[in-house]
């Protein structure tokens, strides 16, 4: 067994293919609308899907927004340089919700990001340790 995908529910879609490809360098992997069901999903990610997780954006056509809930909690990226991703997110057009730095309590260096629906995903750099 593996993980194939993670699904968020979005409410513009092309916004939200935006922010994960433009400003996360993600790719668009594939799209399909679902007229019948009125829905379309687009499934994103640095890979392709036979080599990895990736995630499903699921866009309900009379659905704007949704209330994330206090359950969810965020979906974690490595990267390199968590000072310099947060800068490309910037750059980018993209909210930076908490700066790149030490964690609270560690050292591990984290930062947090936000799509355009409110989604927090983690930046945790390469190597975990403060420079």
Known sequence: MRILHTMLRVGNLEKSIE???????????????????KFT??????QDEKDGAVLELTHN???????????????ALEVANA???????????????RE???MKHGTTVIAF??????????????GNQAD
Not at 41 to 46: D, I, M, S
Not at 61 to 75: C, E, F, M
């Open 83 to 97: 000072y310099e991703a947060c800068d490309k997110v910037r750059e980018r057009g993209g909210k930076v919700t």
């Open 113 to 126: 990001v936000e799509d355009p629906d409110g989604y927090k995903i983690e930046f945790i750099q390469r």
């Open 41 to 46: 999903l687009a499934f994103v990610g640095y």
């Open 19 to 37: 922010f994960y490809t433009h400003v996360l360098g993600m790719r668009l992997l594939r799209k399909k609308d679902y007229p019948d069901g």
């Open 100 to 102: 790149a730095g030490p």
């Open 61 to 75: 056509w009379d659905t704007p927004s949704y209330d994330l809930g206090n359950g969810y909690g965020h979906i």
